[in-house]
């Protein structure tokens, strides 16, 4: 295997495991407790899974889910990718970064706890280091995957080590009986936890940088461009499921006391946060803390920096009379702003923007897959997005004003994949629709 591979795999990974990466396995193992193993299993499959797919398939054609979504339908294609960029930028995922950083960072190490001024004194210097770091994006690939991952990983797996064999020889802890009661609703709370990583639907945006990647490393479409971006998502796929799994080990062993888990809930703060920071400070003392604080800002920092690239490179693509830097200056502050709201609240804010873009994205690489083996008219693609959409909104509606009551009878819907049956009927229509427009054109 090349060394380019292995430096952009590494930056691959890098960008993919920021803020939720770090902090949702330990609160999943927690809350899933007994039924953890089923759980992560759900998790890893969206977290992990999903994300390798959307970055092969993303590789498939040559201008990637641009292309793609140009041919369904052209203004599809720009508000879908407006709507996921946005969101995997500087409305939550960049400002995800920051704030998460701040929390795990410096509020362990202030004994009168968080305040607004040393919120935004930590975050204007994060995003000045991103903004750096991404105004040149030529240079971000050996930045991030040669020099801030290695640090990255050497960090966490010391954590890992440390803090599984603390925990060796205790019993897994109860868990939420009501959430996690058997293995179907363990697997599927799981699974949809996964969306929170929003890596499934960062993989559209990201895949276009490790294309870029590659091909500045020389590789071609006819020398391996395909191979080496699979095996670029190989790296960064099996570093993810290691820490996905080893963290959410640790987070399914490790006891709070009911003061904790009272303190936790009196203070509104994070439960995967709190465990990380814990666990750091039991195996490793106050340098736990500061350990803790490394992992955390490499990891967010790493990911802010690819996202500013990513969302700068699109809109510029899309609109390029704005320089690509005034594009990064731009979002970057955007996002410095929304950090400072504080991590709940940015956290809780996303939801139910995944609940719609997170099934869409599912379907359409999921049926860019199938058409990579079957002839697949566009009606095909088109069909199912559009029912696939209407039921991702409902559904959202629905959970939010409990109104569409009918929506509760519909397949799927306890394990919040009611979209999926939408999606195959849609493709069996669109497809027989498709090959009669064809038989009757060449007719």
């Known amino acids: 295997m090349k060394k380019s591979t292995w430096v952009v795999g590494f930056m691959l990974f890098a960008i993919f495991f920021g ?32 994300p390798l797919l959307g970055i092969i398939i993303g590789s498939l054609d040559e201008a990637g889910y641009k292309g793609v979504l140009h041919k369904i339908n052209p203004i599809f294609g720009v508000v879908f990718l407006s709507a996921v960029y946005l969101t995997i930028g500087p409305l939550f995922a960049i400002p995800r970064t920051g704030a998460t950083s701040y929390e795990m960072a410096v509020l362990p190490f202030l004994s009168k706890g968080p305040s607004a001024m040393s919120l935004f004194i930590f975050t204007l210097i994060f ?34 080590v440390v803090g599984i064999t603390s925990l060796l020889g205790t019993h897994a802890v109860k868990g939420n009986t009501t959430m996690y009661s058997n293995m179907n609703t363990s697997f599927f709370n799981g699974f949809t936890n996964g969306y929170q990583t929003m890596d499934a639907i960062a993989a559209i945006a990201f895949s276009v940088i490790v294309i870029n990647a590659i091909k500045d490393k020389g590789i071609t479409k006819e020398t391996g461009l395909f191979k080496q971006t699979v095996l670029a998502g190989m790296i960064a796929a099996i570093a993810l499921g290691f820490i996905y799994l080893t963290l959410g080990w640790i987070g399914s062993h490790y006891h709070l006391s009911s003061s904790q888990l009272a303190d936790i809930k009196q203070h509104n703060l994070d439960l995967g946060t709190y465990i990380l920071t814990h666990i750091s400070n039991d195996a490793f003392g106050i340098f736990g803390k500061l ?35 005034v594009y990064a200056i731009v979002f970057t502050i955007f996002s410095f702003i929304l950090a400072n709201q504080g991590l709940k609240a940015v956290i809780d804010k996303s939801i139910p923007v995944l609940m719609i873009l997170y099934p869409i994205a599912m379907t359409l690489v999921l049926i860019m897959l199938v058409a990579k083996f079957v002839p697949t008219p566009i009606i095909a693609f088109q069909i199912p997005i559009i029912l696939v959409t209407i039921v991702s909104v409902l559904s959202v509606i629905s959970s939010l004003f409990k109104t569409f009551t009918f929506m ?3 397949p799927l819907k306890a394990q919040s994949m009611e979209w ?16 009669k427009q064809e038989n009757i054109k060449y007719q």
């Open 19 to 50: 803020a939720g990466n770090l902090i949702f396995p330990p609160n999943l193992g927690f809350t899933s407790g007994h039924y953890f193993w089923p759980a992560i299993f759900g998790f890893i499959l969206t977290g992990v899974g999903l």
């Open 127 to 160: 995003f000045g280091i991103t903004l750096w770091l991404a105004i040149n994006p030529s240079k971000m690939v050996d930045r991030v995957g040669a020099i801030l991952t290695p640090a990255l990983l050497i960090s966490i797996l010391a954590l890992v």
């Open 291 to 325: 350990l803790i604080g490394i992992i955390v800002s490499l990891a967010c920092l790493t990911t802010s920096t690819g996202l500013v690239v990513a969302v700068s490179e699109y809109f510029h693509e899309i609109y390029g009379r704005i320089p690509y830097k």
């Open 408 to 410: 509760n009878a519909l």
């Open 420 to 435: 999926l049956l939408f999606a195959i009927i849609g493709y069996i229509i669109g497809y027989i629709v498709g090959i």
